[in-house]
Each structure stands twice: as structure tokens, then as C-alpha cells.
């Protein structure tokens, strides 16, 4: 498939003097990068060729276009809005292009799981406009067939880009997505200082976009139950820690919000042979390293007696205390293992290994916290709905 982006670098940053959007910098959790060098890497990260126009400060954007490997047009005329830039950009493409982004440069934050999931939908019908939606609120970047490549070149509308889009009689399709960044953009110094903040959760999900990726997935009505309860579990599994933990040095800090997360997702590859390692695999392909680890070691995992809890530990711990959506022991959860494979010396011998290691961490987690975790699960589970977090985390 013949794809590209269209990166528009070409404005003002008038509303941000002196600094310049496309060229500030972004702390992400893999260290700084400039807008324009994030997009740029988003893209080629899907066999997307990027396209960056510049317009303002066009000799710096070039240069910093070309480094990270991307073409480069100059728009001569950035003072006429983006429009003219979106023309500069398509002049270039060629003409065997079937799709295009369109992606303003103070955008910088989606992810590469939309960029995954719009192309998804258009591999169905390539010759429609793909916008993402975040919980119904529309965001960047359109994705676009390529045969509306001329009407676009040569057209004109009063309210630029949209206007076209709604008059090419072109069917626009709403791509749900987990990744509320499609939303957040920069157009002053308040917003960049948001940005600043969200960087470096770019490769996890917040509880409520976990949520999202569940309902979006249709996970059935027993696996949304399953996954909540052990979400609610691991945060409360992490606030006791840290409340144990007061004066902790950075390194042993955790996020509540992040085992929530972790504990919503930890199942998203259910009914997948080893499912597990697929959680693993499916994050990692949308670059998101931390959340591969918080769901992929769910089964079973040891912690060496040096390294301290996470909350990846945390997740797995919980996961072993909820059956369904309802609290249970540690014995009643591996009897009904033993029970099923009892006729299987070996797989008896692997599930009593798995018992010992969780009530290891669970030992691991009473001593440090000083609550005993089976008695947080039954207190906080036993009138869990199931049906929804409620006051756990906030529900679509």
C-alpha cells in the first residue's frame, strides 16, 4: 500500500513567540524529542512515508525534516493558512498514492495504535475519509483516499480542509480509538506545559483509555467484570504499598492508576493461545513497552529477593485473588486448577509451582504493606458490581 503523511510544519507558532512548536522539546519516557522528529518516527514506524511542510523558519525545519529521514516541501506562502500547506504537500505525492495523513504538527502525542487502527479500516474501503474518536469527540489525523488527491489540490472552501472533506461526496467514517491524545494540541505556552506533563505516559493508557480498549475489543460481559475487579484490586494493592512506602525513593514509587490500567488490560487477549505473551506482542507492536510488561508475566512470574514490587507484580498478585468478578483465596483459586488437570502429574506439578510463587509475592506484599492481601480482596470485592468501576474509574 502506497501511504503517506502529510506533516505541516509550516505556521507561525505566533501565540508561542520565540519558541517554535515544531522544534521544542518533549519529554518523553525514552527521552526528549521535538514534535516533528516524533511524527516523523510514528510514521516510519508504519511503513509510512512522511512529508514534512515547512514554511517559517523552512531552512531549520528542512534541516531537522531530513535527519529524521523524511521528505521535505516548503510551502512559499504559510501566511495563507493551512490549506495551503496541505496543497504544498500533495503537490509532491505521487500519483499511484492510495491514502494520506494529514497530521498538524502540534498534534504530536497519538499513538502508533491509531495510526494502526485507521489503516486497519481503510485496508476494508480504501476510497473513504478515516477521522479517529476518542469517547465521540473527534481528533487528529484524517486518513484519506488517494483519489481525492486533485479535488483537494485544486480546491477551495471557506472553512479549508473540513469544508472539502464534507462536499467530496465521500462517505466520512468515525474510527473509534483508545488514545485520547488524538485530542490534546499545543497552541500556547499553557498547552505546551500539558504536553509536557502527558510525554511521558505516551507508551501506557490512563484507566479510562484501558476501558475504552475493552469495550472497543467487545470483551464479553464476564471478561469487562473480571478485568475491573482485578483492576480495582491492583490500585488498592498499590496505594497500600506506597502508604508504606513514605519518604520511597523515586525508583519505588508507584501509580495507582497505572496497575488500574495494567489490571483492566491484563486479559485483553483472552481466548489467544498463550495470552498472555499476545497481550505482550500487541503492545510492544504499538510501542508501548510498559504496559507489554504489566500484562505479559499475569500467569505466573518470581521476583528476585533484591528487586522491589511494582506494579506489574501488583497486577498479578491481584489477578490471583478474583475469580469472575468476586473475591477468592489463593487455595480456592489453584484447587479448581488442581481439580481440572487432576489426572495430569505434570500440569498438577506446574500449578502447585505457581501457587508457591504467588503466595511468595503475596507474603512479599503482607510483609512490606502490612495488610494481608487476601483480606483487602475479600473487603474491597465482595460487593463489587462487576458491571462497571463506578467509583474505581470513570466509565464511557
Known amino acids: 500500500m502506497s501511504a503517506f503523511a502529510l ?3 509550516a505556521g507561525f507558532s505566533s ?10 522539546e518533549l519529554p518523553f519516557a525514552q527521552g526528549r524529542q521535538t514534535p516533528l522528529a516524533r511524527l516523523c518516527a510514528l510514521y516510519q514506524s508504519e511503513g509510512i512515508r512522511p512529508v514534512v511542510i515547512g514554511g517559517h523558519r523552512h531552512q531549520e525545519v528542512q534541516t531537522a525534516a531530513q535527519a529524521c529521514g523524511a521528505d521535505f516541501v516548503r510551502n512559499p506562502h504559510p501566511e495563507q493558512g493551512m490549506l495551503s ?21 502540534d498534534v504530536p502525542l497519538v499513538r502508533r495504535m491509531t495510526v494502526s487502527l485507521l489503516l486497519e479500516a481503510a485496508a476494508q474501503q480504501t476510497d473513504d475519509i478515516y477521522i479517529p474518536v476518542y469517547r465521540e469527540q473527534k481528533g487528529h489525523p484524517p486518513l484519506i483516499c488517494g483519489s481525492l488527491h486533485s479535488l483537494l489540490l485544486a480546491g477551495d472552501h471557506p472553512e479549508g480542509l473540513r469544508g472539502l472533506l464534507q462536499t467530496s461526496g465521500r462517505r466520512i467514517r468515525s474510527v473509534p480509538v483508545a488514545d485520547a491524545f488524538i485530542l490534546h494540541d499545543m497552541d500556547d505556552t499553557k498547552s505546551y506545559d500539558t504536553l509536557c506533563n502527558l510525554a511521558p505516559l505516551a507508551d501506557i493508557l490512563s484507566p479510562e483509555e484501558a476501558e475504552t480498549l475493552l469495550l472497543l475489543r467487545a470483551v464479553p460481559h464476564r471478561g469487562l467484570g473480571h478485568a475491573r475487579a482485578v483492576a480495582a484490586l491492583a490500585a488498592a494493592f498499590t496505594d497500600a504499598l506506597m502508604q508504606a512506602r513514605t519518604g520511597a525513593l523515586p525508583d519505588q514509587r508507584l501509580d495507582s492508576r497505572l496497575a488500574m490500567a495494567g489490571g483492566l488490560l ?8 498463550e495470552h498472555e505473551k499476545a497481550a505482550g506482542h500487541l503492545f510492544r507492536s504499538w510501542g508501548m513497552e510498559r504496559m507489554a510488561r504489566l500484562v505479559e508475566d ?4 518470581a521476583l528476585p529477593h533484591d528487586a522491589p514490587l511494582s506494579e506489574r507484580e ?11 468478578s468476586r473475591p477468592v483465596s489463593l487455595e480456592e483459586r489453584f484447587a479448581q486448577k488442581l481439580h481440572i488437570y487432576a489426572q495430569d502429574a505434570a500440569a498438577c506439578v506446574a500449578i502447585r509451582g505457581r501457587r508457591e510463587r504467588a503466595a511468595a509475592m503475596a507474603r512479599r506484599f503482607a510483609m512490606e504493606s502490612g495488610r494481608d492481601p487476601a483480606e483487602m480482596a475479600f473487603e474491597l470485592l465482595a460487593s463489587f458490581p462487576g458491571t462497571g468501576l463506578t467509583k474505581f474509574v470513570k466509565t464511557p
Open 298 to 301: 499475569h500467569r505466573d512470574m
Open 266 to 273: 491484563h486479559d485483553i487477549c483472552k481466548g489467544q493461545a
Open 314 to 324: 501488583l497486577v498479578f498478585l491481584a489477578d490471583k485473588y478474583v475469580h469472575g
Open 15 to 24: 501565540r508561542m513567540a520565540p519558541a517554535f512548536k515544531p522544534l521544542l
Open 85 to 105: 500547506s496541505i496543497k504544498a504537500g500533495l503537490a509532491v505525492l505521487p500519483e499511484n498514492c492510495r491514502l494520506f495523513f494529514i497530521h498538524p504538527v
Open 7 to 9: 506533516i505541516l510544519a
